[in-house]
Structure formats: C-alpha cells, structure tokens
C-alpha cells in the first residue's frame, strides 16, 4: 500500500484525532522521559517549566500536523521550544543534549501513535503504510525544528557570550570544580581575593522582572547588599540566565555575615528580587562550600514560592536544604508527622508558630512568652492545644516535629494540606 496514498493519510489523521484529547498526557510522559534520561537538562524549576511547556507545544504541533495535512513549509518552531533553547544556550548546556531530547522525544511520540494506530486496525498493510508515513512526518517535523531551534542556540550563545566576560565564568566553574588552579592569576582575572572569607549568593528576579532589564536589577540589588554587609571589595557576580545570578560577597578576615544585610535593599525588595546565602567560608575551600549551601538555600527557597520569604539563609533552612530534592516526599512527611496540625489556616499557624518557638527555647514557657511577646499562660495554652491536635506529647517525637514546624515555616503552603481538604 502506498504511505502517500489518501486512504493511508487518512489512517494517520485518524490516530492523531484520537491521540489529541490525550496530549497533557503524551506531552507528561515525553517529558518526563527527556529528563529521566537526560541529567543536563535536570535545572531549576523555572527552565524545566520551560522544558514543559515547549514538549507541550511540539506534541500539539505534531499531532495538528498529521490530523489536518498541514504543509511543514508553513510550520515554525514553537515559541516555548526557542525560548528554551535560548535559555540552554545561556546556561552553557550542550548543543548535543538539547538535540538528543528530540530525538527522545520524537520517537515516543512516535510509539504513541503506532499503539494507537495497532488498536484501529487489524490490516497489516494499512499499519505498515500508515507507520511509515506517521514516522516521515515526525521526522520531517523534527528536521525542521531542530534546524530552528539551532539556529537560536547558536545566535544566543554568541550574544550570551559577547555580553559575559567568559574567562571570569569559565575560572569560577573551575574553582567551583575542584580543578587545580593558580590563585594569583585567577584572582587577577577575576578582580576578587580568594584568600578571604565569602559568602555565596543566589539571586533572582521574581515574575514580574523578565527579559534584559532583570540582570541589570540583579548586579544592581547584589552590590547593595556588599554595601549594606560592610564587604571588602566588589563582589563577584556572574549571571546563570537573564533572570537569576550567582554571586560572591567579599568579607576580609570577618566569619560572620549581617543576615539583615539582604533585607536592608529596599531597591531589591521592590523589584521583588530574592536572595538565597551560604554561610560565610575561608579561602577556595570555603568558596566552594559556601556556593554550595547557597544552592542548596536556594532549592528551598524556590519550593516555597511565591509564599516564601525574599531572603533564605542556609544556616536557617540546613536540614530542609539537605532533603530537598522532593518537595512531595516532604509535603508527604510533613502532613504526616504534624496531622491537623498541618492545616493551612490562621488557627492551626498560630499553633505552629508558638510551638516552633517553644521547643527553639528549650521548652521554656517564660522564654518562649518573652520573645513572642505573649502571656505566660497564652503560651501554655497553645502548646495543650498543639499537643492535643498532634494527638500526643511533642516529647515522644521532639525532632521529628521540630524539623517539620521548620519545613512549614518556610515552605508555607507548598507543604501543608489546604484548609478543608479531606484527611486520608
């Protein structure tokens, strides 16, 4: 049978109008297999969104092609698919693992329609012919968008390149890898002391700042808040994408860090710019640690949003940072060790919060009613309350709890069960 054949585009359209009611499904699984398979793609939340919505828009793409005989001379790339080839390209992702991913993609897709198309017909022919033409077409797509989407990887790594100083990156990726390295030349390059103390930061910009004014605000919020910690020199600063940054703060010979220091930057807080610290550490050693932390701060902080604060502080979020890599794992072990306490309401925060500092206090009725500025019998009374809702003395499971009401306090709702919702 011939795949050009109407009878034979025909049987595709078919199996791409069927196929259509289920794209959210077919794009999950497509997505879920790229970054399965693909650790370079594994990013922070915001680029994986953007992995997302571009398989998304691809399989929609597809499967409108084959239903409707769309001629690919008249089909482009996918807004979100060269937004996220951009966003690679200024990431320094390879070329290679963005071009896999289609291939990854494509041929699940391709299983797809090939399941599908066995379960309409029992015509061994028809399946043959029609398989064949679905996968010319999916390769043809594929061909198509890939030469597109190359194409603005290339242009926005030139530009990303042509506007970032690349020895500077390229030395901080060094120092942050391990890789033996001179101190003298790299601080030349750099402008920086490495033989001090630094604290790393994580900065971005919030919804509302995208696109090229973001870094400028950035740099702009992150020199700010050196002023406002009293540092020793400029900074480092060294942008990830047009929306987020990597930054050092030169501290001298001081081990301690203002943590008001990020909150004092009223410019900041405006432009609703976060910041995500490490805590302070020596030498190249302590370079690297410190940007770890403020990684790992930064995990947290992105959980949270947009109900978390502007400033996380890994000295304050450690444990949650160190078990982050699930936020349903902790969502899951949150509800379960708090029970109704977990109600994300006004009655059962209050109760949090004032056993939260309880226990911080060491079990200190006084101190706790001090710093919450409460009465001592009001504290009393809540901590009853917070024990009789848990269903049993926070004693017999004192670390457990403490480390929940912590995970609640600044993961907020993206941890507790909404007000109402059914209890299993």
């Given amino acids: ?45 915001r680029v994986l969104a953007l992995l997302e919505a571009s398989v998304g828009e691809n399989v929609t793409t597809m499967l409108h092609i084959m239903q409707h005989g769309i001629d690919l001379e008249k089909v482009h790339t996918p807004a979100a698919a060269e937004e996220y080839a951009r966003r690679l390209a200024q990431r320094g992702v390879p070329l290679a693992a963005l071009l896999r991913a289609y ?6 897709f391709q299983d797809w329609c090939l399941e599908e198309l066995g379960r309409s017909t029992d015509s061994a022919s028809v399946i043959s012919a029609a398989g064949l033409r679905i996968a010319e077409v999916t390769a043809a797509y594929i061909d198509r968008v890939s030469e597109e989407v190359v194409s603005a990887y290339e242009a926005e790594k030139e530009n990303w390149l042509r506007n970032l100083s690349a020895a500077r990156a390229a030395r901080v990726r060094a120092l942050l890898s391990g890789a033996r390295i001179d101190l003298g030349s790299s601080e030349a390059i750099l402008g920086y002391r490495l033989r001090q103390h630094h604290v790393g930061v994580v900065c971005w910009a919030g919804e509302a700042e995208t696109g090229g004014s973001a870094l400028p605000l ?13 540092c ?12 987020s940054a990597w930054a050092w703060l030169p501290l001298g010979t001081r081990d301690t860090f203002p943590a008001q220091a990020p909150g004092a930057c009223a410019a900041a807080a405006a432009a609703g710019i976060r910041f995500a610290l490490g805590a302070p550490g020596p030498g190249v050693a302590g370079f690297r640690r410190t940007h770890q932390q403020a990684l ?126 059914a209890r299993s």
Wanted: charged share 25%; hydrophobic share 40%.
């Fill in 218 to 230: 950035l740099e702009q919020a992150t020199a700010e808040v050196a002023r406002h910690a009293g």
């Fill in 296 to 421: 790992g701060a930064h995990a947290v902080a992105l959980a949270a949003e947009p109900s978390g604060p502007l400033v996380t502080s890994f000295s304050e979020v450690a444990p949650l940072a160190l078990m982050s890599g699930s936020i349903d794992l902790i969502r899951a072990w949150v509800i379960e060790t708090l029970g109704p306490l977990a109600d994300d309401d006004d009655q059962h925060s209050t109760l949090r919060d004032t056993l939260r500092v309880f226990l911080q206090e060491g079990g200190s009725f006084k101190a706790s009613a001090e710093r919450l500025t409460l009465h001592k019998n009001t504290v009393q009374y809540r901590v009853r309350k917070a024990e009789e809702i848990l269903g049993r003395p926070i004693s017999e499971d004192r670390l457990n709890v403490e480390l929940a009401l912590l995970a609640s306090r600044w993961l907020g709702a993206a941890v507790l069960r909404e007000a109402g919702a």
């Fill in 103 to 108: 291939r990854i993609g494509s041929a699940r």
């Fill in 1 to 45: 049978m011939d795949r050009s054949s109407p009878s034979v585009a025909q049987s595709a359209a078919d199996v791409s109008g069927t196929l259509t009611p289920r794209t959210a499904e077919i794009s999950a699984d497509i997505y879920q297999l790229i970054v399965r398979e693909i650790q370079q793609l594994r990013d922070d939340r």
């Fill in 232 to 243: 020793e020199g400029n900074p480092i600063f060294l942008p990830q994408d047009e929306t």
